[in-house]
């Protein structure tokens, strides 16, 4: 069938130029250190957040049985959003299924053009998630992305449009998920003011580790950011994303989000781990310090080795090789010694910048990134 080689066609490319997907059979030695894991507070495995969603399953099941606008009884997804809210100081929140379902569906219904009036501009950072990407282009949106973290490049943008009256959002990640890097959020949320634009950001990796009490780093910032998404599948060691923002956005939502509207409700047993993992963030200050100590070491052992980690400050190490062949070599000779790394390639990261990646956890300690760095130099 025509259809059917087609897709065969693309997957014989993708090989040919080293940037085949293929899923992990299992390895024959079980990792002795894992660096791939984006639970960076490993509250996948502590005994609270197990037990309560045991508890939430228990004794509400195991299904969200239908979408929450077919339910009655809303209480466990309402305080779970009240939590949010209250600290991500907004008015309300919104739960989805992931967060790449959140981004998608959420984006696609702000940018929305009918609803707008007009058809939007939005100025979005080059490395931002492709769940950032789809939502805009899913919506029509004509996208300009500006270069990665380069504030000048945002506000020329800004400027050349500035007198045209279209309808202007600014799309960021606040720490990068394959770059580590932060983005400057008092410099972004002055932008979007001077500019008027609408300020999205997408705090996946950030909550957990930044701000105040941990939740991430819009909430220094809330009064000027619009809408703030984040992930329960990372630092929070379950899954599901939710977006922090006003009453009437989360009305508009309800009302208009598809991935709101037509997804059944979140598993009760992960609203059970989700909140659980969202009350012992603020208790992990001595776990955010390791995670933060282990990284800088990290970097400084990569330095001497003269390996690019790009401007990396968070929990996430790239280590920028360039090409993809080597990426994977490098990757596989690590993981024959047990040693396990993420190896990131085009079209995730821009052409040219394969990279491993590596996570830090708060399991990570001094022995275990000199073992690391060890290995890692005999594979170079
Ligand atoms: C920046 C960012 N946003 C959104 C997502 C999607 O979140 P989830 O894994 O909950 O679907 C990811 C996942 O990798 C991400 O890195």
């Known amino acids: 069938m025509k259809i059917l080689a087609s897709y065969s066609k693309v997957c014989s490319k993708l090989k040919d130029l080293s940037l085949y997907r293929k899923l992990a059979k299992g390895h024959k030695n079980k990792p002795c250190l894992d660096f791939t894991s984006n639970s960076y507070l490993s509250l996948n495995t502590y005994p609270k957040v197990i037990q309560n969603a045991q508890d939430y399953g228990a004794k509400f099941g195991t299904s969200g049985k239908s979408s929450r606008l077919l339910q009655t009884e809303q209480s466990i997804y309402l305080d779970l959003e009240k939590k949010i809210a209250r600290d991500k100081k907004t008015e309300s929140a919104l739960l989805f299924n992931s967060g790449f379902q959140a981004n998608v569906s959420v984006l696609e219904a702000l940018l929305d053009k009918k609803t707008l009036g007009a058809k939007p501009y939005v100025f979005f950072d080059r490395a931002n998630h492709a ?55 008092s410099l972004i949320t002055t932008l979007a003011k001077t500019y008027n634009a609408f300020l999205y950001v997408d705090e996946a990796h950030a909550t957990g580790l930044f701000g105040k009490n941990g939740y991430g780093l819009s909430t220094d910032f809330h009064d000027n950011i619009n809408l703030c998404m984040g992930s329960f599948s990372k630092a929070l060691g379950s899954s599901g994303g939710y977006v922090a923002c006003s009453k009437q956005l989360k009305e508009y939502l309800v009302n208009k989000c598809g991935g709101f509207i037509y997804s059944t409700a979140p598993s009760p047993m992960i609203i059970g781990a989700c909140d659980a993992a969202w009350d012992l963030i603020p208790t992990l200050t001595s776990e955010r310090t390791q995670i933060f100590e282990m990284a800088n070491y990290l970097r400084k052992c990569l330095k001497t080795l003269s390996l690019d980690t790009g401007k990396s400050t968070s929990q996430i190490v790239p280590i920028i090789i360039g090409d993809e062949n080597k990426v994977l070599s490098i990757q596989k000779r690590l993981q024959e010694k047990g040693i396990f790394v993420s190896a990131i390639r085009p079209p995730t990261v821009p052409p040219k910048t394969a990279r491993l990646r590596v996570n830090i956890n708060n399991s990570h300690n001094v022995s275990h990134i000199d073992t690391f760095v060890n290995e890692l130099k005999s594979c170079l």
């Open 131 to 185: 769940s950032l990407y789809q939502g805009s282009q899913l919506a029509g949106a004509q996208i300009f992305r500006y270069h990665h973290l380069d504030m000048d490049h945002l506000r020329s943008l800004l400027e050349t449009y500035a007198s045209l009256d279209v309808p202007k959002f600014i799309i960021t990640e606040t720490v990068f998920g394959m770059d580590g890097d932060v983005a400057d959020l």
